[in-house]
């Protein structure tokens, strides 16, 4: 068996390093783009031994977020993440996420399920809402440990603590 070196010629320049850590502090859907360079001279003529990569992208959800809202034949259609475990303490049931919509807000404003309750599995989601009167509000509503309650927590607490996020 034999081990190339980073200067040795063939062998890439770089390692990599464990324990990165990315983080954002604000609500909402990121999406980061990453494409791989290779700066190395250790290639054919003093050149990089890789072409560079196609651009891949990365999403970071901060938060209950929707992330996208249009219009199609069919009515409304909103994209969310959803998480799968809010507050991440790694203790408790699993999120679930629910859209709600209200045709107007006022006191008391009563919001509606709009299609069905999403069990948080780390991915986008896309519910569709029927054309319903001249306008609409939508909201996304994430709850954790089995609460129900429609009141609005941002922080959750400690382990075995249940909320209700919303946005």
């Known amino acids: 068996m034999t081990r190339a070196f980073a200067f040795s010629p063939g062998a890439g ?3 990599h390093k464990h324990g990165r850590i990315y983080s954002v502090t604000r609500p909402g859907l990121y999406k980061v783009g990453f494409r791989f360079v290779d700066t190395s001279t250790n290639g054919p003529a003093g050149g990089p ?18 992330a996208a ?3 199609t034949d069919a009515g409304v259609t909103l994209t969310f993440g959803a998480p799968s475990n ?10 679930t ?4 919509s ?24 896309t519910v569709t809402a029927p054309f319903s009167g001249d306008s609409v509000l939508f909201r996304l509503v994430a709850r954790w440990g089995g609460d129900a309650a429609s009141g609005l ?3 959750g607490g400690g382990p075995g603590d249940s909320g209700t996020q919303t946005r």
């Open 49 to 66: 031994i890789q072409a560079p990569s196609d651009r891949f992208f990365l999403y970071l959800q901060g938060g209950v977020t929707i």
């Open 69 to 71: 809202i249009a219009t």
């Open 13 to 15: 320049p770089y390692g």
């Open 102 to 125: 209200t045709p107007a807000l006022g006191t008391p404003t009563h919001w509606q399920p709009v299609g069905d309750a999403v069990v948080g599995d780390d991915l986008l989601h």
């Open 86 to 95: 809010l507050p991440d303490n790694g203790a408790g049931a699993a999120t």
């Open 97 to 100: 996420h629910q859209v709600e």
């Open 153 to 155: 927590v941002v922080d």
